[in-house]
């Protein structure tokens, strides 16, 4: 013989599915607290759901694109370095050629004088290979733009669509045309070419220098904007799905309440049918 259904009054009936109800909300609302999401799967909302995560997807591009733009600035600052510290020679080296031509070795039947002017010719290609090592010395990760290196920086999460190609140029003496000492550095024309070389060596740096510097002028610009822009894609993700703390714990409280009124209410109900009981 079958079992019966227990069969409930309609006032107790009621009372449970209000519990039943609570305990799904409280189940909910705890879930949030412990996570920090209000929605948490496409099922909670898919609107914002999807939209969060296409602002989340976009923010982390970008952050891609800032440590790319933050290695480039890392590459300028390292040519950069190797500019002033190639200047810092050249100036070397035109002090070196201009003590030369205060020997004049062509008039001077003086040994020692042109033994003297030997000896500051020598320091000089000292210094022009000098030159050389700090351009081959100034690159980082693979990329010196004193040897012409070229780098294409992109700023938008699309290829393509936002982007500065910075480029370098040769920064040896061969590039800067600083020629070795002439004839020995017999004659003050030979020395005379050789100050105005470096002359132009330097004016040379000076321009690469001001490129170089916006260059990176441009790049520091974009790099604290695609912070900004990670930030504000983040906090508008976080506005979407993060839960406010304050309102579920509030919302908790409210709902720990009404069960407990609710449990009150199933006992009310279940006496009453007992008074029914007593009747017999």
């Known amino acids: 013989m079958a079992m019966q259904d227990v069969v409930l009054t309609s006032g107790m009936r009621q009372n449970l599915f209000s519990l039943q109800n609570t305990s799904k909300l409280?189940?909910?609302?705890?879930?949030?607290?412990?996570?920090?999401?209000?929605?948490?799967?496409?099922?909670?909302?898919?609107?914002?759901?999807?939209?969060?995560?296409?602002?989340?997807?976009?923010?982390?591009?970008?952050?891609?694109?800032?440590?790319?733009?933050?290695?480039a600035i890392q590459a300028i600052k390292a040519s950069n370095n190797g500019i002033e510290a190639i200047e810092d020679l050249i100036a070397s080296a035109k002090s070196t050629a201009q003590s030369a031509m205060a020997i004049d070795a062509t008039t001077n039947t003086?040994?020692?004088?042109?033994?003297?002017?030997?000896?500051?010719?020598?320091q000089f290609e000292i210094l022009r290979s000098q030159i050389d090592e700090l351009a081959q010395d100034s690159g980082y990760k693979g990329i010196n733009f004193l040897e012409s290196s070229t780098l294409v920086v992109e700023f938008s999460e699309s290829s393509g669509d936002s982007?500065?190609?910075?480029?370098?140029?040769?920064?040896?003496?061969?590039?800067?045309?600083?020629?070795s000492g002439a004839n020995v550095w017999v004659s003050n024309a030979d020395v005379t070419a050789a100050i105005a070389d470096l002359d132009t060596a330097r004016s040379t740096l000076r321009t690469r220098s001001k490129e170089m510097s916006n260059a990176l002028s441009s790049i520091t610009t974009r790099e604290a904007f695609t912070q900004k822009m990670i930030d504000t894609l983040?906090?508008?993700?976080?506005?979407?799905?993060n839960a406010d703390m304050n309102e579920e714990s509030a919302g908790m409280l409210m709902l720990q309440t009404r069960q407990q009124l609710g449990t009150s209410s199933l006992s009310m109900a279940s006496q009453a049918a007992q008074a029914v009981l007593r009747l017999f």
Not at 43 to 56: C, E, K, N, R, V
Not at 234 to 241: F, H, M, P, R
């Open 26 to 71: 409280m189940d909910r609302t705890a879930s949030r607290l412990s996570s920090g999401f209000k929605v948490q799967s496409a099922l909670d909302d898919p609107i914002a759901y999807f939209a969060a995560q296409g602002h989340t997807q976009r923010a982390g591009d970008l952050a891609q694109r800032k440590d790319e733009m933050g290695e």
């Open 234 to 241: 983040e906090e508008g993700a976080a506005n979407l799905v």
């Open 163 to 179: 982007s500065l190609e910075v480029i370098g140029f040769n920064g040896t003496t061969t590039g800067l045309s600083v020629d």
């Open 110 to 122: 003086s040994a020692q004088d042109y033994k003297d002017r030997s000896a500051l010719l020598a």
